[in-house]
């Protein structure tokens, strides 16, 4: 039966008015969020705002005061064994017996979920890269090293999420440029949904199609960093870098002098048409380029400045 396109934009996972209270105390509040498919999907928020403890009531780690999480369609709530086989996790550290090689972890692993073969177990080493080390003892590698050994661990049963919870942590620029590759090929080749928390701006901003910031246990908005598929790129400030931006914004009828240029809110389209007319009219158009806001100033903003976790 084909894919229906429905079928195909239907969100990997929904979180639906999720409430999470330790006594008097609540963590997460009405919490209520869809995590396309096929995307890198970061989860920011200052320290305490919830992060870890939704990812937690996402694996099922602990219990969901209120409101429901629904994976590939399935509740947590009620049908907690078909909705976490769809999902593959590492919460925190990747736990590995350090005394057997990587490919013995894989093997061990293995005996507990259905359907994994051999050819799984090596098409995964070989798409988090340590087909070099893998019959090395786990005790011989790196933090990076083992956080891809967890990776492919979690990737076994070909789940269609996977959640990571600050997987960059203690690793080097190298190593997390190698995870951040790894979880982009992840997405192209095996089809698979990534849901990362990360307290790295910079790397979210680098690794992540878009984000999800909480506060307070709320969710406060969500950003989209990079254009997915057919998804149309919103109205954004660009700048037309010309020879003479104030006859430029004459001809124009609207926008602002700024930085050599003349600043305009358009859309994809509507930047090639006013190119095209700048040219038409003899400017000579230098370049053009989006005057987009980091995530870090965004994040900023949107928190008041508090620090992230």
């Known amino acids: 039966m084909p894919v229906t396109a429905e079928v195909a934009t239907k969100p990997v996972a929904s979180l639906i008015g999720v409430t999470k209270k330790m006594g008097s105390k609540t963590l997460v509040s009405d919490l209520t969020l869809d995590i396309p498919p096929g995307q890198i999907f970061g ?76 050819q799984r177990i090596d098409e995964v080493v070989e798409l988090v890269g340590l087909g070099q080390r893998i019959h090395d003892k786990v005790k011989t590698y790196s933090l990076g090293m083992r956080q891809r050994l967890g990776v492919a661990q979690a990737l076994l049963h070909r789940p269609k999420l996977l959640i990571l919870d600050e997987p960059t942590n203690g690793l080097d620029p190298q190593g ?23 307290h790295l701006l910079s790397e979210m901003e680098l690794m992540c199609d878009s984000v999800a910031i909480i506060q307070n246990g709320r969710l406060v908005d969500v950003k989209q960093l990079k254009t997915v598929g057919d998804a149309v790129l919103p109205v954004q400030e660009t700048l037309f870098e010309v020879n003479d931006p104030e006859a430029a914004l004459a001809l124009i009828g609207r926008g602002a002098v700024k930085n050599g240029g003349i600043s305009i809110e358009a859309g994809r389209e509507e930047i090639a048409e006013l190119n ?20 870090e100033d965004q994040f900023l903003e949107i928190t008041g400045g508090e620090g992230i976790g």
């Open 176 to 198: 997390i440029r190698e995870l951040r590759d790894y979880l982009r090929r992840l997405c192209q080749e095996e089809g698979t949904t990534v849901f990362v928390s990360s």
């Open 43 to 118: 989860f920011l928020g200052p320290n305490g705002a919830g992060k870890t403890t939704t990812i937690r009531m996402m694996v099922g780690l602990i219990s969901i005061s209120r409101g429901d999480i629904l994976i590939c369609g399935r509740s947590i709530k009620d049908h907690f064994e078909e909705a976490v086989a769809n999902i593959g996790a590492i919460v925190e550290n990747p736990e590995m017996y350090k005394f057997l090689t990587g490919y013995q972890n894989l093997r061990q692993y293995a005996r507990m979920v259905k359907g994994v073969t051999k």
């Open 276 to 295: 095209a007319r700048l040219v038409a009219a003899g400017f000579k158009v230098y370049s053009i380029r989006a005057l987009s806001r980091s995530l």
